[in-house]
């Protein structure tokens, strides 16, 4: 049975922060492209950063570049999305995603099989 459970998700202050995780099972984790997504209250999907199966690539949407990192621990079955610099308009519940194939695309939900129960992310003064 596949699993994606997120976590590190939290409190922060402006300009603060935090470093979510996504812990995988149920399948061959490092054969697959994987994602972070993330939703505000009242808005849509927002695709907010995708890594290659092996990590040799890597997508960010414009509004984080420079402040998330995506990264992957095959040997830990783990994704990580390290956020600095946290602004307001990152508070969302953040998703990650597994990719069908060893890439990952953007924008584009059929193309993910399955889906980590959301952690929350909420930047305040």
């Known amino acids: 049975q596949v699993q994606l459970v997120e976590s590190g998700g939290g409190s922060a202050q402006p300009g603060g922060s935090l470093t979510l995780s996504c812990v995988a099972s149920?399948?061959?984790?490092?054969?697959?492209?994987m994602t972070w997504v993330r939703q505000a209250p009242g808005k849509g999907l927002e695709w907010v950063s995708g890594i290659y199966s092996d990590g040799s690539d890597t997508y960010y949407r414009d509004s984080v570049k420079g402040r998330f990192t995506i990264s992957r621990d095959n040997a830990k079955n783990t994704l990580y999305l390290q956020m600095n610099n946290l602004q307001p308009e990152d508070t969302a519940l953040y998703y990650c995603?597994?990719?069908?194939?060893?890439?990952?695309?953007?924008?584009?939900?059929?193309?993910?099989?399955?889906w980590g129960q959301g952690t929350l992310v909420a930047v305040a003064a």
């Open positions: 149920g399948f061959t984790f490092s054969n697959h492209g």
């Open positions: 995603g597994k990719h069908s194939s060893d890439y990952y695309s953007i924008g584009v939900e059929k193309d993910y099989d399955a």
